[in-house]
């Protein structure tokens, strides 16, 4: 079964940190670029990052551009996300998400994790 798993997600105050991590299982993570993508309530999910499985090459919304980080670590299968000066405008749930089959890369998604919250509040 293909499945990600995020976790790491929690309460934190504007300007805070917090990394996110995702995990996969049933597939070689390596194998494929694989992305973070946000949804806040009321709006539409907003591709925030990406990072590519073949040259490695990191891409970062202007949203978030200086801010967070996207890591991979294939030999854990697993995927990170750190978040750095956390802004109440991140509140949201993220998800991992990548494509198994024939999207584009960073762009077209089939396989979603379950989200993890994120919520900046002081």
């Known amino acids: 079964q293909v499945q990600l798993v995020e976790s790491g997600g929690g309460l934190v105050q504007p300007g805070g940190s917090l990394r996110l991590s995702c995990a996969a299982s049933?597939?070689?993570?390596?194998?494929?670029?694989i992305g973070w993508v946000r949804q806040a309530p009321g709006k539409e999910r907003e591709g925030i990052s990406c990072?590519?499985?073949?040259?490695?090459?990191?891409y970062y919304a202007d949203s978030v551009k200086g801010r967070f980080t996207i890591s991979r670590d294939n030999a854990k299968n697993t995927v990170y996300l750190q978040m750095d000066n956390l802004k109440p405008e991140d509140t949201a749930v993220y998800y991992c998400?990548?494509?198994?089959?024939?999207?584009?890369?960073?762009?077209?998604?089939?396989?979603w994790g379950q989200g993890t919250q994120v919520t900046v509040s002081s």
């Open positions: 049933g597939f070689t993570l390596a194998d494929y670029a």
């Open positions: 990072i590519s499985n073949t040259d490695g090459n990191t």
């Open positions: 998400a990548t494509d198994t089959t024939d999207g584009l890369p960073c762009l077209e998604y089939d396989t």
